[in-house]
T-cell receptor, first 114, second 113 residues
Framework: EAGVAQSPRYKIIEKRQSVAFWCNPISGHATLYWYQQILGQGPKLLIQFQNNGVVDDSQLPKDRFSAERLKGVDSTLKIQPAKLEDSAVYLC????????????FGEGSRLTVL | LAKTTQPISMDSYEGQEVNITCSHNNIATNDYITWYQQFPSQGPRFIIQGYKTKVTNEVASLFIPADRKSSTLSLPRVSLSDTAVYYCLVGDSLSYNTDKLIFGTGTRLQVFP
């Protein structure tokens, strides 16, 4: 079974530039999550989708971050404009059944903002 | 949401059993306890989940006392490949029908030969 796919794996940009990350969840998984993991810290939930609707985006910095999940499958996370403190790994995860606590994570996209 | 406390780091040697304890004093009735493992440059991987007593799978065992204010992840006979960060999470799987799991800083386990 294919896992959660993310791209790009690495991205280096200058502050104030924009960047987009793509995620393809495991087939059939209705719930999709974006996490931000800063070096040395645990992942922090940015946004959660159930199919193509947003369930929780309380920790998403909406002035610069946006995310969408068209057709309830793939998702894109965008940062515009980027700040130095956005340097982190952006992890996408999906789950088959809400409420089980079992999330399947991708390998992440590492962003460096100079 | 219940907060968890776990040791920042632990060292062990190959072949030993490792027990990582997590404290969650404010755990709620509906909360489950879930453990994840994370290797460098990879996303976290689900290890085990439990509600009470003991749960065992092919990877680990999870011990939860009656008061559920703590839990212990037990890794039998660790190998070098078990070197990773281990996260204990407590989440209310019934609240708002979500999996809002909060990751702490985790326990960095280093296994030596």
């Amino acid at each position: 079974e294919a896992g959660v796919a993310q791209s790009p794996r690495y991205k280096i940009i200058e502050k104030r530039q924009s960047v987009a990350f793509w995620c393809n969840p495991i087939s059939g998984h209705a719930t999709l999550y974006w996490y931000q993991q800063i070096l040395g810290q645990g992942p922090k939930l940015l946004i959660q989708f159930q199919n193509n609707g947003v369930v929780d985006d309380s920790q998403l910095p909406k002035d610069r971050f946006s995310a969408e999940r068209l057709k309830g499958v793939d998702s894109t996370l965008k940062i515009q404009p980027a700040k130095l403190e956005d340097s982190a790994v952006y992890l996408c995860a999906s789950s088959l059944v809400v409420g089980t606590g079992e999330l399947f994570f991708g390998e992440g996209s590492r962003l460096t903002v100079l | 949401l219940a907060k968890t406390t776990q040791p920042i780091s632990m060292d062990s040697y190959e072949g030993q059993e490792v027990n990582i304890t997590c404290s969650h004093n404010n755990i709620a009735t509906n909360d489950y306890i879930t453990w994840y493992q994370q290797f460098p440059s990879q996303g976290p991987r689900f290890i085990i989940q439990g509600y009470k007593t003991k749960v065992t799978n092919e990877v680990a065992s999870l011990f939860i006392p009656a008061d559920r204010k703590s839990s212990t992840l037990s890794l039998p006979r660790v190998s070098l490949s078990d070197t990773a960060v281990y996260y204990c999470l407590v989440g209310d799987s019934l609240s708002y029908n979500t999996d809002k799991l909060i990751f702490g800083t985790g326990t960095r386990l280093q296994v030596f030969p």
